[in-house]
């Protein structure tokens, strides 16, 4: 199977986009390589106009040596991944210079580290909801429930982030305001354990659980927005949490039956959902509906279903998918203009295994 170079109308840069030849969502790929090795032929000129797009700088030739040798090898591990996820597009992203366990400490942080993680035995769980007469589409970004994509950084705050979203998705159903909410608070000032989870207490950079940032900020009577309390990306700071200033705090919240209707569900009623998954695909993803024949169900990140499709585009030689929209963390500049479109039905890389359901408190009706 031949590998490709992307040759984008949008895109002044030329990059390896994708590593199988063929043609994706209208754009064409010309094919360079044949083979594993032929595929690296290419490797510093594809390096070096990786530097330029990402703004990647080195602090030594011995570092830049070595980043290049990584970068190689994600050449060769994206086209790994492009074999047994071929309905998305897989290739060189921003993070092409890490390796699977720098990628995974600096861009992750749900806790629980690679095992699969369980739901407290006691978490409220969301009552079952009818599932007759869903719309075969839905996205809460069409309905103003959605605040546009963040960046966590290089801390592992992804939890924060899934936390926030979904509660900004909640505060507008009770509100009919959207407003952006401070991932920055939870990093500094949630330390809620899950106590029947060992090593599970929110820890800023070092990881955390939606769940635990939902009791967080119901015991602590709120959260405020991003603009009072703005995001820094470290957790060294003091907790800075002053509760005159809060923007949106919670009602309830409570975990969804593990079914994929019941989430569809709760998601159309409750809105933006947060949801734990496995990235392992995500280090290298591009963009299509990506149904990984291999992936790993333990959950490693956090972040934010917003909303389903009946049909994800998909090369002509497969099905089309039906497809969860996965809001992620890492800014507008990876994958789907931020987004992640992950196959819906088959419970893939433990999309549909740890999903929670959150609501508001009107403040606006009680001041």
Same mark, same amino acid.
């Given at each position: 199977m031949a590998s490709a170079v992307a040759t984008s109308t949008s895109d002044d840069d030329i990059l390896i986009r994708q590593v199988v030849a063929g043609e994706v969502s209208g754009e064409t790929y010309t094919a360079v390589e044949n083979s594993n090795d032929d595929l690296l032929?290419?490797?510093d000129h594809h390096f070096s106009l990786f530097k330029s797009k990402f703004n990647k700088r080195y602090s030594s030739q011995e570092e830049h040596d070595r980043r290049f040798s990584i970068f190689r090898?994600?050449?060769?591990?994206?086209?790994?991944?492009?074999?047994?996820?071929?309905?998305?597009?897989?290739?060189?992203?921003?993070?092409?210079?890490? #390796?699977?366990?720098?990628?995974?400490?600096?861009?992750?942080?749900l806790k629980g580290g690679r095992r699969k993680l369980r739901l407290p035995s006691d978490a409220n769980k969301a009552p079952v909801l009818p599932t007759d007469g869903l719309p075969e589409d839905f996205d809460w970004r069409e309905h103003g429930a959605v605040t546009e994509v963040k960046n966590q950084g290089q801390c592992g705050s992804c939890w924060s982030f899934s936390a926030t979203g979904a509660l900004e998705g909640a505060n507008y159903l009770a509100t009919g305001k959207l407003v952006s909410l401070s991932e920055q608070q939870l990093v500094d000032c949630d330390h809620e354990c899950d106590p029947e989870e060992r090593n599970s207490c929110d820890a800023g950079c070092n990881g955390g659980l939606m769940n635990n940032a939902f009791?967080?900020?119901?015991?602590?009577?709120?959260?405020?927005?991003?603009?009072?309390?703005?995001?820094?990306? #470290?957790?060294?700071? #003091?907790?800075?949490?002053?509760?005159?200033?809060?923007?949106? #705090?919670?009602?309830?919240?409570?975990?969804v039956p593990l079914n994929e209707d019941q989430i569809a569900a709760n998601l159309v009623k409750n809105g933006p959902l947060a949801v734990g998954i496995h990235a392992g695909a995500m280090q290298t993803y591009i963009g299509?509906?990506?149904?990984?024949?291999?992936?790993?169900?333990?959950?490693?990140?956090?972040?934010?279903?917003?909303?389903?499709?009946?049909?994800?585009?998909?090369?002509?030689?497969?099905?089309?998918?039906?497809?969860?929209?996965?809001?992620?963390?890492?800014?507008?500049?990876?994958?789907?203009?931020?987004?992640?479109?992950i196959c819906r039905g088959h419970n893939v890389c433990g999309v549909d295994s740890m999903v929670s359901t959150v609501a508001a408190v009107n403040i606006q009706s009680t001041q």
């Open positions: 032929l290419n490797a090898a994600n050449l060769r591990r994206a086209k790994r991944h492009q074999a047994i996820d071929p309905t998305a597009v897989h290739g060189v992203t921003k993070f092409s210079d890490l #390796t699977p366990k720098e990628f995974r400490e600096k861009y992750l942080g009791e967080y900020v119901l015991k602590a009577g709120g959260i405020q927005r991003e603009e009072d309390y703005p995001y820094t990306g #470290t957790d060294r700071g #003091t907790c800075k949490f002053d509760n005159s200033k809060v923007a949106a #705090t919670v009602a309830n919240f409570s975990v299509g509906v990506s149904c990984p024949l291999i992936c790993l169900r333990s959950l490693d990140h956090g972040v934010l279903l917003v909303g389903y499709g009946s049909a994800g585009y998909a090369p002509i030689r497969f099905k089309e998918k039906p497809y969860w929209i996965i809001k992620n963390s890492w800014g507008a500049n990876w994958g789907d203009h931020g987004y992640y479109k």
